[in-house]
């Protein structure tokens, strides 16, 4: 089994930063893909930011020059760095992890708990 742990959300006025992290734990040889999903109220869960195990980024557009995502491997962790932020980044941010290889033919898709973000105006 594998767990994500989410840290790092909170209250934020706009403008200010944050910084999230989520680290994997448990049986497990790789991770193809680490990301961040948000889903505010009334609305369906989106891409925030992914990487590859390569370190190629994709990005959200509505996020592109405010947000970074990053990742460690060898601690099996993401990172997302928000900066610039806006009322409206105000939603549940979920850890993804893609293609966690458990054994030599399985693959399994795993999600976090969640951590809010609230930006107030």
């Known amino acids: 089994q594998v767990q994500l742990v989410e840290s790092g959300g909170g209250l934020v006025q706009a403008g200010g930063s944050l910084r999230l992290s989520c680290a994997a734990s448990?049986?497990?040889?790789?991770?193809?893909?680490m990301g961040w999903y948000r889903q505010a109220p009334g609305k369906q869960r989106e891409l925030v930011a992914r990487?590859?195990?390569?370190?190629?980024?994709n990005y959200a557009d509505s996020v592109k020059g405010r947000f970074t995502i990053s990742r460690d491997n060898a601690k099996s962790t993401v990172y997302l760095q928000m900066n610039s932020l806006k009322p409206e980044d105000t939603a549940v941010y979920y850890c993804s992890a893609l293609g966690v290889r458990t054994g030599p033919l399985y693959t399994t898709d795993y999600w976090g708990r969640g951590t809010q973000v609230t930006v107030s105006s």
């Open positions: 990487v590859n195990g390569a370190g190629s980024t």
């Open positions: 448990g049986s497990f040889f790789s991770i193809n893909i």
